[in-house]
């Protein structure tokens, strides 16, 4: 079965600290990969996604995140964090020519201190 | 466009009532997700629909949980009789058929089973 890990439960980091948040999944076919936040309070939103093509995919608010096929990986990055970006990260994964349903990681909760 | 709308926001019921959840979809939408969200399990796919009909509803914890569309603007997650291990935030999210769509979700339903 699809399963996806993210590796970091809660990540605390100063402002402007680089980012880097793992997010592996297991899955031999081709697979649509997607990283969305939850800010407290709220709902998830979409922060990027990739189907194909350039495998380094660039989302809002300064986020990227890196297809790596030979490591199941799709980790998110961002060179300078800011106070706002404390929320919770999700990375998901759908088997390409699937109905549309996701498997979601655990999440991991980033805590930014001013 | 209104965005996905979920009802009520909050609910709190006692143990063995019947609890309702309401979701109305982003118009245009084919796919219907429901999730849970708790600290303990993370985020859980519960059931999805595709053009009203369910697909896959293998989450669905038990048979006190149900769910129906019965058109394409409105669902319903249903449980019948409620326990307090049922407590959690139920989102609901839509989005086009097919797996290289996003999902856009509601701002969930916070249910507190006493």
């Known amino acids: 079965a699809q399963s996806v890990s993210q590796h970091n439960h809660h990540v605390i980091l100063s402002e402007a600290a680089s980012l880097e948040l793992g997010c592996n999944y297991s899955?031999?076919?081709?697979?649509?990969l997607f990283w969305y936040v939850q800010y407290p309070g709220q709902h998830l939103q979409l922060l990027l996604k990739?189907?194909?093509?350039?495998?380094l995919v660039k989302g809002i608010k300064g986020f990227e995140a890196e297809f790596i096929k030979s490591k199941f990986s799709f980790n998110l990055r961002k060179p300078s964090v800011q106070w706002s970006d404390t929320a919770e990260y999700f990375c998901a994964v759908n088997r390409r020519g699937s109905q549309g349903n996701l498997i979601f990681g655990k999440g991991t909760k980033l805590s930014v201190k001013p | 466009d209104a965005g996905v709308i979920q009802s009520p926001r909050h609910e709190v019921t006692e143990m063995g009532q019947e609890v309702t959840l309401r979701c109305k979809p982003i118009?245009?939408?084919?796919?219907l997700f429901w999730y849970r969200q708790t600290m303990m399990r993370g985020l859980e796919l519960l059931i999805y629909f595709n053009n009203n009909v369910p697909i896959d509803d293998s989450g669905m914890p038990e048979d006190r949980f149900s769910a129906k569309m019965p058109n394409a603007s409105f669902s319903t997650l249903k449980i019948q009789p409620s326990e307090p291990r049922d407590s959690a935030v139920y989102f609901c999210?839509?989005?086009?058929?097919?797996?290289?769509?996003?999902?856009?979700f509601g701002p969930g339903t916070r249910l507190t089973v006493t």
């Open positions: 899955y031999g076919g081709t697979v649509n």
């Open positions: 118009s245009g939408h084919n796919s």
């Open positions: 999210a839509s989005s086009r058929a097919g797996g290289e769509y996003e999902q856009y």
């Open positions: 990739y189907f194909s093509g350039d495998p």
